[in-house]
């Protein structure tokens, strides 16, 4: 008879992979302007003609040649194999039709501007759709959403679930003064319903939800001061609208947004609650009509909720993130290249990944670059880790410290220094 000792030899050793398998939270992707005609239905054929015909694009990124990484599969896969990515969640990047901009960063669409508005996110839902079948397993597309008609948003999750596209919905941001209530209005219940009932990803992105600023240095400046604090707005509005109570497998990610604020916002968004929430409980005064109605609203504190429901999308990261990475937590955390963007880390990731996470264990960078993602948005992780086996960052190499950026890298990724941001 085989003793339990003799099975335990007899098992093949588990040995540490030679290479990581790298899961790229942040891409983006587009179809070039005229190619959106075909998605459209054919009543908006003519209203697209005139206004493709008068549009400029004002983003050098979708002129030059190198344009086509938003559309062309095989030169995409080619170059992410190439910068040893395997897979990657898919975001919206080039402008799709009826809009003046790409879709993140507008402002949500006045009545009259939304049947054009929703008609031409609806065309870049099943451009994706069949974008992402051109490379099964290996890309999560995301879908888009405006707020305007809950209903119709909901039937846009559902068709675009049933699709293929697994890489969540994408929540558009609501600045105040909107046409739309703000995310933490009760209207949006059957969204949150449906997200978390299919298990769908809330995505929210950062530059969304924030104002449109003027072309001045000085607006530009406030621009990149407040942009990524607009996007964390969702973040709060969720956890105090009880919508994680109502719905515990509800999950909200927060991509391209930083991440070295994360625990600084938690410890304020407790210090509130419990304020709020202990005000309430004490006799009528001006603060505790704040509170009233809070802690049944919300059932557990905005940390709990964090670790329960919540991810982020690190593109990037820094040095002094990763030193926060269990703060954050180890588990929430998806690296993302910001592939084609200028500020992308392509060619260049591997350096970038040695930036920020040389003499880290094994077990952790693996799971921020790739594990955590798989898990998050139902990448199948062994079917990867074949394709990774041949491409992927050798582990070797990122436990090496970078002695200096690579000559014309652009990324954020590289910049010298680096501190704690307010958020």
């Known amino acids: 008879m085989t003793s339990p000792e003799t099975i335990a030899d007899e098992q093949p ?169 703000e995310l933490y209005s009760q209207v949006y219940e059957p969204l949150w319903a449906v997200c978390a009932e299919l298990g769908v990803p809330v995505n929210h992105h950062g530059g969304s939800g924030g104002p449109v600023l003027g072309p001045e240095p000085a607006a530009r400046a406030v621009y990149m001061v407040e942009a990524t604090w607009f996007s964390h707005r969702a973040l709060w509005h969720l956890v105090f609208s009880g919508a994680f109570q109502r719905y515990p497998g509800l999950r909200l990610v927060l991509t391209e947004q930083g991440s070295g604020w994360i625990p600084g916002v938690l410890e304020m968004l407790e210090y509130y609650h419990g304020r709020l929430v202990g005000a309430a409980t004490r006799a009528a005064t001006a603060e505790s009509k704040f509170g009233a109605g809070l802690a049944e609203l919300m059932g557990d504190g905005p940390r709990s909720v964090w670790d329960r429901n919540c991810y982020v999308g690190a593109s990037f990261m820094r040095v002094h993130e990763v030193q926060m990475r269990e703060r954050i937590g180890l588990d929430k955390i998806m690296w993302g290249s910001d592939f084609p963007h200028d500020e992308g880390t392509f060619p260049y990731t591997t350096e970038a990944l040695r930036t920020a996470y040389a003499g880290l264990p094994y077990a952790e960078v693996a799971a921020m670059v790739g594990g955590n993602a798989a898990r998050v948005y139902g990448f199948d992780l062994p079917a990867l880790d074949l394709l990774a086996a041949k491409v992927g960052p050798l582990v070797g190499e990122v436990a090496e410290p970078l002695a200096a950026p690579p000559p014309g890298a652009t990324s954020p990724a590289f910049a010298q220094g680096g501190s704690v941001r307010v958020w």
């Open 13 to 181: 050793e588990t040995r540490q992979p030679e290479r990581y398998t790298v899961v790229s939270a942040d891409c983006h992707a587009g179809a070039d302007l005229l190619d959106y005609r075909p998605y459209l239905a054919s009543e908006y054929h003519e209203d697209f003609d005139a206004w493709a015909a008068g549009y400029v694009n004002p983003f050098a990124d979708l002129q030059a040649p190198e344009a086509d990484r938003n559309w062309d599969s095989d030169r995409r896969l080619a170059e992410l194999e190439q910068d040893g990515i395997v897979a990657e969640v898919v975001f919206p990047n080039t402008v799709p039709p009826f809009y003046p901009s790409t879709s993140l960063t507008a402002v949500q669409p006045t009545a009259e501007e939304y049947r054009l508005r929703w008609a031409g996110l609806q065309a870049h839902n099943r451009w994706m759709a069949d974008f992402c079948s051109l490379a099964p397993g290996r890309r999560a597309g995301t879908f888009q959403i405006l707020l305007n008609e809950v209903d119709q948003a909901v039937a846009e999750v559902r068709r675009c679930h049933a699709a293929g596209l697994t890489g969540g919905v994408v929540l558009p941001g609501v600045l105040p003064g909107s046409p739309v209530p």
